[in-house]
């Protein structure tokens, strides 16, 4: 065993064991400790791989930056990837090594949870140690509403140990910590979090901030005034030949360990240190009576002999280690002399770089500091941000080196100096890729993937650049690391998701009327938000089966549909018939209360936007119904034109969707259903023309009928108030049973639609069709001064003739059914480029003309009719003649019953 | 994610509005007086200038109501936000 734990010390509670499992293995450790930590008292420092060259690794830091030591988590919670060094140990916890790469579990052992929370606060410390707790007690003690998150377990930061003093004289780290954590946690304007990570810093104060609570982890969105950075500095290690063996280590890490765990990571240690505050390190190490041998390149051979039991070889330096799963001995020289010392510990300190990636993703700069041989703050951040404590460059005495950086350790071979240890690269990949003329640290990032693992570089970032700067002459600093961004850690993405998944993911909108539909064995489709009807199978039908039964109903018969789910916004005031003149194409000021014409509304460049219809109520009241699918962006639409063109008249715009419930009654026997049904409206031709509404009463319940065919059959819809929606529902299906009255979906609806070649905004149209393109002069006020959209359909690119027009496809086998979106060709066997005149946009089986039909959007296609055109369908042309686009009924003569 | 200052809601999280593009832009009084050329700079020609800038928005989530604010574009800064066709805007830009 190497490795142990010490009788006393640390922050771990000695009251009880906490029992882990570890690739298959049993061991215990305490309250207290990280996974990595309890592994190293029990004497387990590797078991890990590398990733791509599978060599042996182990644990190497007790932090975030941890490029080695990940897992697996499957109890009592699932984790794909971990740091070994960020996990909490807890009772049960059990872990397996992975190789840098997670996996997800086949089945999903059950759904993580995660919540999101949203707080203000003034003042958010990202960061606990010393100088963030500093800030964080003043601030709160001024009366703000502060927040500390740091992303460890425990609080107090790495820099210093446990009984040193904050102050001179001052109270023990330890004590401080605990008196300030005490008067924060009781304060009910301050929140503390530990195991908490800040993922990102954003514009206006906003930070995303990841809890890895247990059982539900939380992502918590803050806003606040200011931001405090006191993230601390990171240890940059330094290539030597084999520096990846299980057991190296940076020396903060191993001081750590010591210090915060009372665990000894080794039983003979050698340090390697560049920086005075490696010795730190060997002292934490003497005191535990491990004997250490501190190696210091950059100190002449005859300096000051080192701290109590610390043998120093100075100007001596590691230019290879030994051993097979786990370190065996340091090989050193003077330059002359090599020396094998035995070990199972090598700690190695390159220096110090202050921790900025949530600084420079902000827009922080970095400013090379020769004195202290790092990267500080350089400014360019925003106003409200400011860095504290070691990661803004004070405190910085201890972690100062007596030359310049050492970064790698000269020698023939670099071939394993490693750099990026979770990418497996070396000095010399490094120096390849100079070589190949790379000069940007960023290309040679990308050259070599350095940076870009689990890890994102922490520690192989400020070391790379500075090995770049050397290899090109340039001066230490000249480049610094590559560019970070968010997140700063790992983030599962059930913790983006948080509670908005399944159901709560978007809003499932339905009708007063969805129970029957369910209840009568509907099959749903999603249209927008919405559920709708899709078709109502009977008897094991398919879709093809029950659609040709449920139009040959509306058309011999009579058939149903809920047509709830079309937009409505109330137009109201005296400017309303002003107004809708503007947003729509074609003229609603001279349509007369109780009548209803047909639109379409415009985009500024021309292009069908949406259409609907309008019913007038008054002289200063209109509804206008908009599709399923458009009712916000409608909504929107003439909102943005009537606040910021229009501001002086007085129209008000309300959506009223879901006060009414539509039933749509549609086919030759719609008026002996409805009278059936009862109503005191006359529903005869004489008394009730098409395209005019009545109010009055069905079935006993206040209703409106309005005469609308989206089918070219004779058709009332049934208005009334959502809550009566059911009732009349039922009501008209009951007495409609006698005339064979059927429900119908919106895919029978779409064939009915389409053989009367009624087009459907969004589908038969994409944004770049006009009216005109549709063959729909006639929509086209020529009278009014102007209208949203008008002038652009002058321009001559919308005049030119060889526009795609909307025509009528019939496969020359009627039983051949286009797929929809196929692309047309005249010469399907010319050599290609082939080209290609146009798509289809809507094709169906037809049970009325007992054959298949379709719509397309075709070059010059109004001009084109009776000519043939090619859909290929793989390798086969299939030949269709182009028709008008109305197939059923081009007379009009169903439209009255 | 932006604070916007809604001049009648005060500073709400950018979730909440939809983008307007650039302030200020007129609708044409005459717009069949206007060339091809000339519609197509009114309609899709917009200025993306280095720093301050004049541009709508609409707290779609909240009032529902359209304003004009100046935002800096470099530092993402509101400067300014008043309701449509307030002057004190246009002398601020």
């Given at each position: 065993v190497s490795g142990r734990r010490l009788p006393q010390g640390g922050l771990v509670d000695r009251a009880g064991p906490v029992t882990f499992g570890f690739d298959g293995r049993e061991y215990e450790g305490l309250e207290g400790d990280t996974l990595a930590s309890a592994l190293l008292a029990n004497g387990v420092v590797g078991g890990f791989r590398s990733p791509i060259l599978g060599r042996p690794r182990g644990v190497m830091s007790a932090g975030p930056e941890e490029s080695n030591a990940f897992v697996e988590i499957t109890e009592p919670w699932f984790d794909a990837i971990a740091p070994a060094t960020m996990v909490r140990l807890v009772e049960g916890l059990t872990a397996r090594p992975v190789a840098g790469v997670g996996r997800l579990p086949d089945a999903a052992p059950e759904p993580p949870r995660s919540v999101h929370r949203h707080v203000h606060v003034d003042t958010l410390v990202i960061g606990g140690g010393l100088s963030g707790i500093g800030r964080a007690w003043s601030a709160a003690g001024a009366g703000e509403r502060v927040m500390l998150v740091d992303?460890?377990?425990?609080?107090?930061?790495?820099?210093?140990?446990?009984?040193?003093?904050?102050?001179?004289?001052?109270?023990?780290?330890?004590?401080?910590?605990?008196?300030?954590?005490?008067?924060?946690?009781?304060?009910?304007?301050?929140?503390?979090?530990?195991?908490?990570?800040?993922?990102?810093?954003?514009?206006?104060?906003?930070?995303?901030?990841?809890?890895?609570?247990?059982?539900?982890?939380?992502?918590?969105h803050v806003r606040t005034q200011r931001v405090v950075l006191a993230t601390g500095a990171l240890e940059r290690p330094i290539a030597f030949a084999d520096n990846d063996r299980p057991g190296v280590m940076l020396s903060g890490a191993i001081h750590h360990y010591v210090d915060r765990f009372a665990v000894?990571?080794?039983?003979?240690?050698?340090?390697?240190?560049?920086?005075?505050?490696?010795?730190?390190?060997?002292?934490?190490?003497?005191?535990?009576?491990?004997?250490?041998?501190?190696?210091?390149?950059?100190?002449?051979?005859?300096?000051?002999?080192?701290?109590?039991?610390?043998?120093?070889?100075?100007?001596?330096?590691?230019?290879?280690?030994?051993?097979?799963?786990?370190?065996?001995?340091?090989?050193?020289?003077?330059?002359?002399?090599?020396?094998?010392?035995?070990?199972?510990?090598?700690?190695?300190?390159?220096?110090?770089?202050?921790?900025?990636?949530l600084y420079r993703a902000i827009g922080g700069t970095l400013r090379w500091d020769e004195t202290h041989s790092a990267f500080l703050p350089g400014g360019g951040a925003p106003a409200w941000l400011e860095v504290?404590?070691?990661?803004?460059?004070?405190?910085?005495?201890?972690?100062?080196?007596?030359?310049?950086?050492?970064?790698?350790?000269?020698?023939?071979?670099?071939?394993?100096?490693?750099?990026?240890?979770?990418?497996?690269?070396?000095?010399?990949?490094?120096?390849?890729?100079?070589?190949?003329?790379?000069?940007?640290?960023?290309?040679?990032?990308?050259?070599?993937?350095?940076?870009?693992a689990v890890d994102q570089g922490r520690t192989s970032g400020a070391l790379t650049s500075e090995i770049v700067n050397h290899l090109l002459g340039s001066d230490p600093g000249a480049q610094g690391p590559s560019n970070p961004r968010p997140p700063w850690t790992p983030v599962p993405f059930h913790v983006v998701a948080g509670p908005y998944r399944g159901p709560l993911f978007d809003p499932v909108r339905v009708t007063p009327i969805h129970a029957w539909h369910a209840a009568h064995g509907a099959r749903f489709e999603n249209v927008g938000q919405w559920r709708r009807p899709w078709f109502y199978p009977r008897d094991g039908e398919d879709l093809d089966a029950a659609v040709a039964r449920e139009c040959l109903a509306v058309r011999t018969a009579c058939g149903i549909q809920d047509a709830s789910t079309l937009g409505?916004?109330?137009?109201?005031?005296?400017?309303?018939?002003?107004?809708?003149?503007?947003?729509?194409?074609?003229?609603?000021?001279?349509?007369?209360?109780?009548?209803?014409?047909?639109?379409?509304?415009?985009?500024?460049?021309?292009?069908?936007?949406?259409?609907?219809?309008?019913?007038?109520?008054?002289?200063?009241?209109?509804?206008?119904?908009?599709?399923?699918?458009?009712?916000?962006?409608?909504?929107?639409?003439?909102?943005?034109?009537?606040?910021?063109?229009?501001?002086?008249?007085?129209?008000?715009?309300?959506?009223?969707?879901?006060?009414?419930?539509?039933?749509?009654?549609?086919?030759?026997?719609?008026?002996?259903?409805?009278?059936?049904?009862?109503?005191?409206?006359?529903?005869?031709?004489?008394?009730?023309?098409?395209?005019?509404?009545?109010?009055?009463?069905?079935?006993?319940?206040?209703?409106?009928?309005?005469?609308?065919?989206?089918?070219?059959?004779?058709?009332?819809?049934?208005?009334?108030?959502?809550?009566?929606?059911?009732?009349?529902?039922?009501?008209?299906?009951?007495?409609?049973?006698?005339?064979?009255?059927?429900?119908?979906?919106?895919?029978?609806?779409?064939?009915?639609?389409?053989?009367?070649?009624?087009?459907?905004?969004?589908?038969?149209?994409?944004?770049?069709?006009?009216?005109?393109?549709?063959?729909?002069?006639?929509?086209?006020?020529?009278?009014?001064?102007?209208?949203?959209?008008?002038?652009?359909?002058?321009?001559?690119?919308?005049?030119?003739?060889?526009?795609?027009?909307?025509?009528?496809?019939?496969?020359?086998?009627?039983?051949?059914?286009?797929?929809?979106?196929?692309?047309?060709?005249?010469?399907?066997?010319?050599?290609?480029?082939?080209?290609?005149?146009?798509?289809?946009?809507?094709?169906?089986?037809?049970?009325?003309?007992?054959?298949?039909f379709a719509l397309a959007m075709m070059k010059g296609g109004s001009e084109r009719h009776g000519e043939t055109v090619f859909a290929p369908i793989g390798d086969r042309p299939v030949a269709a003649t182009v028709t008008v686009p109305i197939f059923y009924d081009p007379e009009g003569a169903k439209r009255d019953g | 994610v932006l604070l916007i200052p809604c001049p009648w809601c005060g500073p709400r999280d950018e979730v909440e509005f939809r983008y307007g593009g650039q302030a200020g832009i007129a609708y044409p009084t005459d717009p069949d007086a206007l060339s091809d050329a000339e519609w197509a700079d009114y309609l899709f020609m917009r200025d993306n200038p280095k720093g301050a800038f004049a541009e709508r928005w609409n707290h779609t989530h909240g009032c529902r109501r359209w304003f004009d604010a100046v935002r800096d574009t470099v530092t993402h800064e509101f400067r300014a936000a008043d309701p449509i066709g307030r002057q004190a805007l246009r002398e601020d830009r």
């Open positions: 992303e460890r377990a425990a609080f107090g930061g790495t820099s210093m140990g446990l009984d040193d003093e904050v102050n001179m004289g001052g109270p023990s780290v330890r004590e401080y910590v605990d008196r300030a954590l005490g008067d924060l946690r009781a304060s009910p304007d301050a929140i503390v979090l530990s195991e908490a990570a800040a993922l990102g810093i954003y514009d206006a104060g906003y930070v995303l901030i990841h809890e890895r609570s247990q059982p539900v982890e939380r992502l918590w000894v990571p080794g039983e003979r240690a050698v340090i390697l240190s560049a920086n005075n505050r490696g010795w730190a390190a060997a002292v934490a190490l003497a005191g535990a009576d491990v004997p250490v041998t501190l190696v210091d390149p950059l100190r002449p051979a005859d300096s000051t002999p080192g701290p109590d039991g610390v043998d120093v070889l100075a100007g001596w330096t590691v230019v290879g280690t030994m051993g097979e799963a786990r370190l065996e001995a340091v090989v050193v020289s003077d330059g002359t002399n090599l020396r094998t010392l035995p070990a199972d510990l090598l700690g190695v300190c390159g220096g110090w770089n202050p921790s900025l990636q504290v404590g070691r990661a803004g460059g004070s405190s910085w005495s201890p972690m100062t080196a007596p030359g310049p950086p050492l970064l790698f350790v000269p020698g023939d071979d670099l071939s394993r100096h490693f750099v990026d240890l979770q990418r497996d690269q070396t000095v010399a990949d490094v120096a390849a890729a100079v070589d190949a003329g790379l000069r940007s640290v960023e290309h040679v990032k990308r050259a070599t993937y350095i940076g870009t409505k916004i109330a137009v109201v005031g005296p400017g309303a018939a002003v107004f809708l003149d503007r947003m729509y194409s074609n003229a609603m000021s001279t349509l007369k209360p109780g009548r209803i014409r047909y639109g379409f509304m415009l985009g500024m460049d021309g292009m069908v936007f949406d259409d609907g219809v309008a019913m007038r109520e008054a002289e200063d009241r209109y509804l206008i119904t908009t599709t399923t699918g458009g009712a916000a962006r409608v909504l929107d639409h003439l909102e943005e034109w009537l606040q910021t063109e229009w501001p002086d008249l007085r129209v008000y715009l309300t959506s009223v969707t879901e006060q009414w419930a539509t039933a749509a009654v549609a086919g030759p026997r719609a008026r002996e259903v409805l009278r059936a049904a009862g109503t005191d409206v006359d529903v005869s031709q004489d008394a009730f023309p098409f395209m005019a509404f009545r109010d009055g009463t069905v079935a006993g319940v206040p209703a409106r009928l309005a005469r609308i065919s989206f089918s070219g059959e004779l058709a009332f819809e049934v208005w009334t108030s959502g809550t009566d929606g059911l009732r009349v529902w039922e009501a008209l299906t009951e007495a409609g049973a006698a005339f064979g009255l059927t429900p119908y979906g919106t895919e029978t609806m779409h064939v009915l639609r389409a053989e009367k070649g009624y087009v459907i905004v969004g589908q038969d149209t994409d944004g770049t069709v006009t009216p005109y393109d549709l063959g729909m002069a006639w929509i086209v006020s020529e009278s009014k001064s102007d209208f949203v959209g008008r002038r652009s359909l002058r321009r001559a690119d919308l005049q030119r003739p060889d526009r795609k027009h909307l025509v009528g496809l019939l496969p020359n086998d009627p039983d051949e059914l286009l797929p929809e979106g196929v692309q047309l060709v005249v010469e399907p066997r010319g050599a290609p480029p082939v080209p290609m005149v146009g798509y289809v946009t809507s094709s169906y089986r037809s049970a009325a003309l007992e054959r298949t | -």
